[in-house]
């Protein structure tokens, strides 16, 4: 992934995931790839990383005004999951 400075309007990621869960793959080795760009292109966007046992995997951008999206990525590929990740925080409507 090509790490890219977000919109403004884009205020937060939360990634969410199981640590152990074969269905959180593709989200965790997407963060092990993207992270370090990501952070270094957008160094004041919070972005929060959580672990938690049997959750969901799923990417919450929120944007200006309070506005939230969600993708859920259970069971994706990391290039998958880099799509949807892409759509997600690109989305300015």
């Known amino acids: 992934m090509s790490a890219r400075a977000f919109s403004k309007s884009?205020?937060?990621l939360r990634i969410h995931f199981s640590q152990t869960s074969a269905a959180s793959n593709g989200l965790r080795d997407?963060?092990?790839?993207?992270y370090?760009?990501?952070k270094q292109a957008n160094p004041g966007?919070?972005?929060?990383?959580r672990e938690a046992s049997g959750v969901e995997s799923r990417i919450i951008?929120?944007?200006e005004?309070?506005?939230e999206r969600k993708v859920v990525v259970d069971s994706?590929?990391?290039s998958d999951v880099e799509q949807k990740f892409n759509a997600l925080v690109s989305e300015l409507k």
């Open 65 to 67: 005004q309070g506005r």
């Open 30 to 34: 997407f963060i092990v790839k993207a």
């Open 76 to 78: 994706l590929s990391a």
């Open 61 to 63: 951008a929120r944007f």
């Open 45 to 49: 966007l919070p972005i929060l990383i």
């Open 36 to 38: 370090p760009g990501l």
């Open 10 to 12: 884009l205020k937060e």
